[in-house]
């Protein structure tokens, strides 16, 4: 499906806000169900090879959105290279990771479950759960039920990056972006010559081999 | 009498059987039958200390002097060179994450005296990691290691194809691939291939307790809860997952190996079945 396409399926010119609430809320359930500290979604931008704070719930909520670490480096990078979910406890005795992590966050945990997101082939980013009470010990089903939260996850951050290519195309100068300004005043106007313009356009492009 | 000679051993090597067995070429196949009745962990790998069997650790480099990895006999790491091929070159940057020693440490401790190899495909940024996977695994594969451990997996499709040929060609060569699975709910590779053992975890504390699973594609659970494996720094991180089970299990069959080196993948995942923690003896 073309990001045009989906744009108009999904109606997501305005959905960008839906998509982040979806994140969000999984992050949120997830650090409630396993009465952590935090939870956080990081989104993978593979131009830049850096892993970027998408959704937090939790210690460093509001402030992480937005920043940025290199995605090669540290445990986030490496789950999402092993596509392996990983769970760490007592992160202090990694001191280069806590180092780096605590220069960028403020914030060094303790322990640490985590995730990729993966989305049929692709790895969109990494989901962690931060500081479990210190009284729970690990347990199998628990780290299958992060896998559970880590494709939820995964789905919404897919139609996050789908609605901002799908926005990206259809905004300013993208090339799409007349027809994104024409579909909104024919919706406007109810005019009856620029509907038979566009029928004739449609029958133009599908006579073309 | 020279010729004679030189056509005998030629004989040897090439005339051995390919694509069918004709009646008198049966002689030249005989193999040893070195499975007992009864195949017993005393058996199997009783006395053994790994010596003798090479195992590769294809992942993200293993921390050289590390107490609890010892001594690595070669570390190398997959590259790209200025024309942007593909190179396996001798390397000196360690362990860039901490995983690879990890696994390191894993079946260093099961099997002591096997020997390691390092092939660091890991780390080295997120871009191309697939076709570095691959070469990395051709060039373990061309190096004939018994053991490769695969602490990874990817989920790209353009890859499955070649990957699949490459764990049916080490499955032929004798070199045993043993892969991490996955407990999400995706299709990964090359752990769901037949031709690979494939590993997730139990939850007991005993490195030597294994299971088989009667339901596959994750064909064996070995430990992968709450470990302290060796990391970066000379230290320990207390982990768990899959990672980790993998190379317990590449372990126990360096174990294997070290006693019984001629055995092929097939009868070593027999020994394994054999010699599970949930095997019993039909009554």
């Known amino acids: 499906m073309s990001d045009l396409e989906a744009a108009v399926a999904a109606g997501v010119l305005g959905a960008d806000e839906a998509h982040r609430a979806l994140l969000q809320a999984t992050v949120e359930v997830a650090r409630a169900i396993f009465g952590a500290k935090a939870a956080s979604v990081f989104l993978l931008d593979e131009e830049a090879e850096e892993l970027v704070f998408e959704a937090v719930s939790g210690e460093g909520e509001g402030e992480l959105i937005g920043m940025r670490f290199p995605a090669g480096n540290g445990i986030a990078g490496w789950v999402l290279t092993t596509r392996q979910p990983l769970v760490v406890d007592d992160l202090s005795a990694d001191t280069r990771w806590s180092r780096s992590q605590a220069e960028s966050t403020g914030y060094v945990p303790k322990s640490m479950m985590s995730v990729p997101l993966l989305v049929e082939e692709r790895a969109l980013g990494v989901l962690q759960v931060l500081d479990r009470p210190p009284e729970s010990r690990v347990k199998l089903r628990e780290v299958d039920m992060l896998g559970l939260f880590a494709n939820q996850a995964a789905i919404a951050l897919d139609l996050l990056q789908r609605a901002r290519r799908a926005r990206a195309a259809l905004a300013g100068e993208g090339r799409l972006a007349p027809l994104a300004r024409v579909a909104a005043r024919l919706e406007d106007d109810e005019n009856d010559a620029a509907f038979e313009l566009l029928r004739a356009l449609e029958r133009v492009l599908r006579e073309q081999p | ?283």
């Open chain 2, 1 to 283: 009498m020279s010729a004679a000679i030189e056509f005998h051993e030629h004989a040897d090597e090439e005339d051995l059987p390919a694509w069918s067995l004709p009646a008198d070429a049966v002689d030249r196949i005989r193999v040893p039958v070195t499975l007992p009745e009864q195949v017993t962990r005393e058996w199997a790998w009783g006395g053994s200390t790994g010596a003798g069997v090479r195992v590769c650790i294809l992942d993200s480099g293993i921390e050289l002097d590390h107490p609890l990895v010892g001594r690595v006999d070669r570390s190398v790491a997959v590259l790209r060179d200025e024309e942007g091929e593909l190179q396996v070159l001798d390397d000196a940057e360690g362990d860039l994450c901490g995983h690879g020693t990890a696994c390191a440490g894993v079946v260093r401790a099961l099997a002591p005296d096997a020997e390691l190899t390092s092939v660091r495909v890991l780390g080295a940024g997120y871009k191309g990691g697939g076709e570095i996977m691959l070469r990395g695994l051709q060039w373990a594969i061309e190096q004939e290691f018994q053991i490769v451990n695969m602490s990874l997996s990817t989920t790209r499709t353009k890859y499955v194809e070649r990957l699949h040929e490459l764990a049916d060609h080490a499955y032929f060569k004798r070199v045993l691939l043993v892969a991490s699975a996955h407990n999400m709910p995706v299709e990964s590779f090359p752990w769901r291939f037949a031709s690979v053992i494939s590993v997730g975890s139990h939850e007991e504390a005993d490195g030597l307790t294994f299971y088989y699973n009667p339901t596959p594609p994750v064909e064996f659970f070995g430990r992968g809860l709450d470990l302290d494996v060796a990391w970066l720094g000379g230290g320990t991180l207390r982990c768990t997952g899959n990672s980790f089970a993998t190379p317990h299990i590449a372990g126990i069959c360096a174990l294997i190996l070290g006693k019984h080196p001629d055995l092929t993948p097939f009868q070593l995942k027999s020994v394994l079945y054999q010699t599970a923690s949930n095997a019993k003896e039909a009554a």
